[in-house]
């Protein structure tokens, strides 16, 4: 297991940082009060490759390795403060774009996976309903065959970037008398005739716009249906565990920023005559922010070696995402009281890192669904 880079991954995380730096995050503290989109952001890492990263050439993307397109994760989240956006970025990557690729026809493939990797369009993951959350298969939203296809009748809530998503990847029970077995998949059309979307106001990630999908006798033709009727299940399964394992990828890098941001502080902050940095209680929690910083980017790149090397990484994945989650908001928080009331203070948007960490340690699986992934394949 090597875990050292080549220059020409460097390069990479080096372009990213400066794309993020230098297109990234304009007017961030307005769109985080109104929550909008950051759309020019979005189609910068669009022609920058990043959404493509690890999509073959001949869909539209980059075809760099798990490892190479992990590096530039961490980049996009050290060089970018609006988390909403990052989060964005690698959820469309990992829980859209990679089903597509892993079980879409080559025809699917060809029509989706060239838009949505330039950011021309926008995915949004439609799996959670008002009664199935961490019961993920208890789903009420169904798919009737009819003629030529079927049609899909549901709400689908808490879905990042369903006011804005130009497709949506929808769950839906086809055979409801076969439990879970009778899941599908389908490739939905945000505009298509009976489909609409409602925002609703949350938290943090406010750049991230939020909202249900409401499918109202929505026409989906046979061959926008993702896999075989009744695999619904098993394709959530596995790109879930890819999803699990990446879509906090970006922490890191916004981890190491809040680190290194405390430590300009510490030094330059004076108080009883000298630098806050001098106290045990200050130093001790940057220490701690480093300590968290350096074990998750070693569970991390671990999990983008397996991964790249296509080896089971279940329990891996539901380690790195539960540590991830939690180090981000317990480092915002150090973040926080570092700064002091400075850190409370909007206008400094260190607080806005604390509102955001919250979300990581619900969506994907909450920390207490990823603790009992864990349990199990411990064999509890």
Not at 174 to 203: E, H, Y
Request: glycine share 12%.
């Amino acid at each position: 297991m090597e875990f050292s880079w080549s220059e020409e991954q460097l390069a990479r995380k080096r372009e990213i940082v400066d794309l993020a730096q230098r297109e990234l995050g304009r007017n961030l503290a307005e769109r985080d009060r109104t929550g909008e989109f950051d759309a020019a952001g979005w189609k910068s890492c669009g022609d920058a490759g990043l959404l493509g990263s690890f999509i073959p050439t001949e869909y539209g993307g980059r075809g760099y390795d798990v490892p190479t397109t992990i590096l530039s994760l961490e980049g996009l989240g050290y060089g970018c403060r609006d988390n909403g956006l990052t989060l964005a970025v690698n959820g469309q990557m990992w829980s859209i774009q990679e089903p597509i690729l892993s079980y879409g026809t080559e025809d699917q493939k060809r029509r989706y996976l060239p838009k949505l990797c330039s950011g021309e369009w926008r995915g949004a993951h439609g799996m959670t309903e008002a009664d199935s959350g961490s019961d993920a298969f208890s789903l009420s939203t169904a798919a009737q065959a009819v003629p030529g296809g079927y049609r899909l009748h549901g709400r689908k809530t808490c879905v990042g970037l369903a006011p804005i998503a130009d497709i949506g990847l929808i769950f839906a029970n086809t055979n409801p008398a076969r439990g879970q077995w009778g899941i599908s998949s389908f490739l939905v059309a945000m505009d298509a005739p009976g489909c609409s979307s409602v925002a609703r106001a949350k938290m943090g990630l406010r750049t991230n716009p939020f909202g249900d999908i409401v499918l109202d006798d929505v026409f989906v033709k046979e061959e926008d249906r993702l896999g075989p009727e009744g695999a619904g299940v098993s394709m959530f399964n596995a790109s879930m565990e890819w999803e699990r394992s990446f879509i906090a990828a970006s922490f890191l890098g916004a981890m190491e920023y809040q680190l290194e941001r405390s430590i300009e502080y510490a030094k330059s902050r004076h108080q009883f005559g000298r630098p806050i940095g001098r106290f045990q209680s200050v130093s001790n929690r940057i220490a701690d922010m480093k300590v968290r910083l350096e074990t998750a980017r070693l569970l991390l790149y671990r999990l983008a070696w397996m991964k790249e090397h296509r080896q089971p990484a279940g329990l891996e994945a539901a380690i790195t995402n539960l540590y991830l989650a939690e180090c981000f908001a317990a480092s915002s928080f150090d973040s926080v009281r570092n700064h002091g009331a400075l850190g409370y203070l909007e206008e400094y948007g260190i607080e806005r890192d604390l509102r955001d960490a919250v979300g990581g340690v619900i969506y994907s699986g909450t920390s207490d669904i990823q603790r009992n992934l864990i349990a199990r394949h411990l064999g509890l």
